[in-house]
């Protein structure tokens, strides 16, 4: 917090009103730092703009008409934290979401797995779990799977008891199988998995070998060494000052040579470490480890 967050005096010696806006934006910013000194979800650094309209959505949907009343009820009230931490994390994801990211995985990352004992790879802020089932069935396609544990990892634990279940809304099946030929798939999406009624469940085989966790990608710290991390469509809600600090984060948890995959909108230039890495597929932002 700096001293430009508070209303200033002009030359008169009388204090400058400011308008709804700052205030709001200064309601914010003592929501986040009371947020991050009571329950330690730092969401100080993450870009500002969404933060706001959700906070907006969510003191409607609670009923409470300003954002520092909301501030009150979340810092005397956990069940009310967890309501906001699951309204402030953008859950939306599918299977072989963006087919030509697998696709090239398939074509380009693959091989150079095969070329290893045994592989770990980390998906981080991995939602509701598509992304991780996609991964499992590639794998398996790869012949890869028998040999690679996924680290699934999400702050949001509600969002990962979900996707630890593996079962999903049957509706949705028909996009994903539609993505899935996209990827490059081998065989058919029901294959992997049982439908019963409106709901379908993943194969207990593509689960085997996942681990699911709560990790925190802004106050938790490297746990492992990879050789591949997928963290998509994450780093775009952070600022470039908390995407730089999350960026050494993922090298020093990536092994010489492994590899980094970001999401469509999200590139590694810019980033500190960015000299560290080479291109695998610039498109698909694909990344290797080089140092
Ligand atoms: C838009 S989803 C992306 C899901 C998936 N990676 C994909 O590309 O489809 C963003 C996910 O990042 C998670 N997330 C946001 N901030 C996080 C943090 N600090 N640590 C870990 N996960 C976080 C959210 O809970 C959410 O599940």
Not at 76 to 89: F, G, Q, T, V
Not at 177 to 184: A, D, P, V
Request: proline residues 3%; negative net charge; hydrophobic residues 35%.
């Amino acid at each position: 917090m700096t001293a430009r967050d508070f209303p200033m005096r002009d030359g008169c010696g009388s204090i400058e009103k400011p308008d709804s806006a700052e205030v709001e934006d200064l309601e914010i910013r003592l929501l986040l730092e009371g947020v991050f000194q009571r329950y330690g979800y730092d969401f100080r650094d993450y870009a500002l703009s969404s933060l706001k309209r959700r906070t907006r959505n969510f003191s409607a949907q609670e009923g409470v008409s300003t954002i520092s009343a909301l501030q009150e009820k979340i810092l005397r009230d956990p069940e009310l934290m967890e309501r906001y931490l699951h309204a402030l994390s953008v859950n939306v994801t599918s299977m072989f979401r963006d087919p030509g990211f697998y696709r090239a995985f398939r074509e380009k990352v693959a091989p150079f797995l095969r070329t290893y004992p045994s592989t770990r790879i980390w998906h981080a802020g991995c939602s509701s779990g598509e992304e991780v089932y996609s991964m499992a069935i590639l794998l398996m396609e790869e012949g890869l799977h028998e040999k690679t544990r996924i680290y699934a990892t999400d702050f949001d634990e509600k969002t990962l008891q979900q996707a630890k279940t593996g079962v999903y809304p049957l509706q949705a099946m028909a996009d994903h199988e539609k993505n899935y030929i996209e990827s490059g798939g081998k065989r058919s999406l029901p294959d992997y998995y049982v439908a019963r009624y409106d709901h379908v469940m993943f194969a207990e085989r593509l689960r085997e070998n996942i681990v699911w966790a709560q990790h925190n990608l802004v106050t938790d710290g490297s746990f492992n060494e990879f050789h591949a991390i997928v963290c998509r469509n994450v780093m775009i809600y952070f600022n470039s000052a908390l995407q730089a600090r999350v960026h050494k984060l993922f090298h020093e948890s990536l092994a010489r040579f492994g590899i980094l995959a970001l999401g469509e909108k999200e590139t590694i230039h810019g980033s500190p470490v960015a000299a560290c890495y080479g291109t695998v597929d610039e498109y698909e932002k694909i990344y290797k480890r080089k140092q």
